[in-house]
């Protein structure tokens, strides 16, 4: 546990059911071992095989935004199936990321990650095949799953191997293939839809696959647990990962199509929506008391900062996937742009993300600290959103195009800080935990974004097309009427009212973006100082790479400190006791603390759920 008192700010201890800040025991803060670490050629193989997966997950979560209405008109479909093309996607993506890092946890980081390309590959397969939307939609739920394990293992695997001091620069560095593929998507679907069949945005997908499939096993090397196939099976939290998959998919999906495909007040949206929210509140009850090794651990949220920061990345991903959701729909539609010319016009906004992202990396690793980054980047973006109000047909290049790059700018400063954020306020043996919670946070963002944004939009832009006594069906099947749209007469009273709706559609979802964005802007500023200036901990066992840490412990006598909590409410008449807690120089991580009972002379077992293989007998305490 020596790993725990090297950032005196910012970590604690869960005893039971109390959380004790162990910067209050007075260890010196900081890590000799976070400032002399250096990668070697392994950790560069694992950050490279990062990358590629990244970049390839990246790519495909964009690149079928343009292609959408040629897949709608070559199968068929309903603007309702369209809609599930990229949803579908989100909501897996999403949904399995908790369970998926957890279960990597127990039967190793390798395994689970090459289980993920899998999925991923099978599903890219289905999706290029399809002939129908049934079939569609079954690919891209299945590359979800593989997309969703693949992003949330690359972030853990990075806190496996690196220090949190260390950590931003590779952080920036995977974020970089992240953007790439952010930006070259529309692009490429764009070309696609115009040159080519919307089958080549899942052919695409292929030659990465062939990579992470050679890369990881390379690469990604970990020494094997000692434990047989059916002990890791049993333990595996299943039944909290089925509450909490099936709660939270319920959840998105009437939230999803409420509003559009669905009123908010009809069954088809009340009932799952209903069963969702109850859901995941039994599911968290079930996790914090129930299960023994549970995947939503009490201890992320222990604190002010911890809630604080969860909320914002949540907020960050609404607000980053419905900005290149909608900004893409007002070039279309408002600047009849094509395809192609769409993707080059939102180049600003990616594009200005990629540098900030790595800019913000690199001060965070040199200075160590990361909040100044999270409250400049929420304000540039709460002030950047606000401006995207103001854009009109008739809005000059110079002013959208700066707006967007302001908007990259402060996005790509949250990117990084927040991520890092999570990691420096939680504690040491948390860590990916923290960074799991955080990409799942995101993912939700990005999933109730899509819904939330089709909601206003379809109702703000309907309400206007009502007041201007044209047909309101407009609304309901808006991107498919944008090519009707640009075949209108110029300067016709129809056309210019129609356009005259789109706006209003799109400044509706500008401002309740707006409104989130001041939201997070304000929760940020309760996040306080945190060191990161901590050492990691894998939470696979010896990974064959990392070389051995050194026992940081310098108390060269027993440390007594009353912590003024009462001892556990489970132990009779023991209500006004106090604990103390006992270190011995020379004891190695995750070796004997004793904790007693200090009114009753009983000792007591810490919890183990958190890597803590404690043990006690009465000879271990000297007072």
């Not at 095949?129 to 690359?154: D, E, M």
């Not at 990881?216 to 059916?230: D, L, N």
């Not at 099976?233 to 939230?255: E, H, R």
Request: glycine share 8%; with cysteine.
């Amino acid at each position: 546990m020596s790993e725990s008192y090297e950032s005196r700010r910012s970590t604690s201890t869960d005893l039971g059911s109390y959380t004790v800040c162990e910067s209050d025991l007075g260890f010196k803060e900081g890590s000799a071992q976070s400032s002399e670490w250096k990668p070697q050629r392994r950790e560069w193989l694992i950050v490279s095989s990062i990358f590629l997966l990244y970049l390839m997950i990246a790519l495909d979560s964009t690149i079928i935004v343009p292609v959408i209405p040629a897949i709608a008109s070559d199968l068929n479909g309903t603007a309702v199936e369209a809609f599930w093309t990229g949803t579908s996607f989100l909501l897996t993506y999403a949904v399995f990321q908790p369970f998926i890092a957890v279960i990597s946890d127990i039967f190793g980081r390798q395994e689970v990650m090459l289980v993920s390309v899998t999925l991923f590959t099978v599903g890219s397969l289905i999706a290029c095949l399809a002939h129908n939307f049934s079939t569609l939609l079954a690919g891209r739920s299945i590359q979800g799953v593989g997309a969703g394990g693949v992003f949330v293992l690359g972030y853990v695997i990075l806190t496996d191997i690196v220090p949190l001091r260390q950590r931003p620069k590779f952080t920036a560095i995977i974020q970089v293939a992240w953007a790439i593929g952010t930006i070259l998507g529309p692009l490429v679907g764009g070309l696609f839809a115009q040159r080519s069949t919307w089958r080549w945005t899942f052919y695409i997908n292929f030659p990465f696959c062939v990579i992470g499939f050679v890369m990881v096993p390379i690469a990604v090397r970990f020494k094997r647990k000692e434990s047989t196939f059916m002990a890791k099976i049993k333990q595996v939290d299943w039944i909290g990962g089925i509450l909490f998959i099936t709660s939270t998919t319920f959840l998105l999906i009437a939230i999803s199509w409420g509003g559009t495909q669905f009123a908010w007040d009809h069954i088809a949206t009340f009932a799952p929506m209903m069963v969702g929210i109850f859901g995941i509140l039994y599911t968290i009850w079930y996790e914090f008391e129930v299960a023994t090794t549970p995947f939503l651990r009490k201890s992320l949220f222990y604190c002010r900062s911890a809630i604080a920061a969860y909320i914002c990345s949540l907020i960050q991903g609404l607000e980053l996937y419905t900005a290149l959701y909608y900004i893409p729909l007002y070039f279309q539609a408002l600047k009849e742009q094509s395809p192609v010319r769409t993707g080059i016009s939102a180049l600003p906004i990616t594009s200005s993300l990629v540098p900030a992202s790595v800019f913000v990396a690199v001060i965070i690793a040199q200075t160590g600290r990361f909040r100044w980054a999270i409250w400049l980047g929420w304000i540039l973006t709460t002030l950047s959103t606000g401006l995207l109000l103001l854009l009109s047909p008739d809005t000059k290049t110079a002013v959208w195009a700066t707006v967007l790059v302001f908007l990259g700018f402060g996005h790509g400063l949250i990117l990084s800080a927040l991520n890092l954020g999570v990691q420096a306020i939680s504690t040491v043996s948390n860590v990916a935990h923290a960074v799991m919670m955080y990409s799942f946070l995101r993912a939700v963002g990005a999933a109730l974004g899509v819904g939330i944004g089709g909601t206003v939009f379809q109702n703000a832009m309907s309400y206007k097309l009502g007041d201007l006594g044209l047909p309101t069906d407009i609304s309901k099947n808006a991107e498919a009427y944008i090519e009707t749209l640009h075949a209108l007469p110029e300067n016709s009273a129809f056309k210019i009212g129609v356009i005259e709706c789109y706006v209003k559609g799109t400044q509706g979802v500008f401002t309740v973006m707006t409104g989130f964005s001041g939201l997070a802007m304000f929760l940020s500023f309760l996040i306080a100082k945190h060191s990161m200036d901590k050492d990691f901990e894998a939470e696979n066992d010896s990974i064959e790479y990392t070389k051995p840490r050194q026992a940081l412990l310098t108390v060269k006598e027993p440390v007594l400190m009353n912590l003024a909590h009462p001892a556990p409410t489970y132990r009779a008449n023991s209500s006004d006791n106090y604990l103390g807690i006992f270190e011995f120089e020379g004891y190695k991580p995750q070796q004997r603390y004793s904790v007693l009972d200090m009114a009753h002379n009983n000792p007591w077992t810490l919890p183990t759920d958190y890597g803590y293989q404690s043990f006690f007998s009465r000879t271990d305490v000297r007072v």
